[in-house]
């Protein structure tokens, strides 16, 4: 009695390995998928430091008008934070490090 309690619990315990390497597999399989080219990446990256730039020069208030800054939230228009302080330089750095080339960055900055 005692042995099949153990056998039992190996087994048990062989299943939810098992169960557990085919999660791990289908996310694996379905991270492949989803990974996008680096150029897709990129053009969105662009996008959102686009996006945050023009947010700050629309909270931007001249130092002269002396009413309080009543919205005062350095929130960023959503993905990463770090992105959108990056600056030009940098971000072009990252850009030719994922395998973008000078044509498609000129592509990008001019749309």
């Known amino acids: 009695d ?19 390497k085919e999660r791990e597999r ?9 990974q996008e080219d680096p150029i897709t990446a990129a053009k969105k990256a662009w996008e ?4 945050d730039v023009n947010n700050q020069w629309k909270s931007y208030r001249p130092a002269s008008s002396n ?7 350095t929130q960023t ?10 600056p030009i330089r940098e971000l072009k750095q990252q850009l030719r490090s994922m395998g973008v080339g000078n044509v498609e960055m000129h ?3 001019r749309h």
């Open 2 to 20: 005692k042995l099949s309690r153990i056998e039992r619990f190996f087994y048990d315990e062989e299943l939810r390995l098992r169960k557990k």
């Open 26 to 34: 289908r996310r694996e399989m379905r991270s492949e998928k989803s």
């Open 48 to 51: 959102m430091m686009q996006k």
């Open 67 to 73: 009413k309080p800054n009543s919205g005062n939230t």
């Open 77 to 86: 228009p959503g993905g990463d934070p770090e992105l959108a302080r990056t």
């Open 107 to 109: 592509c990008m900055e």
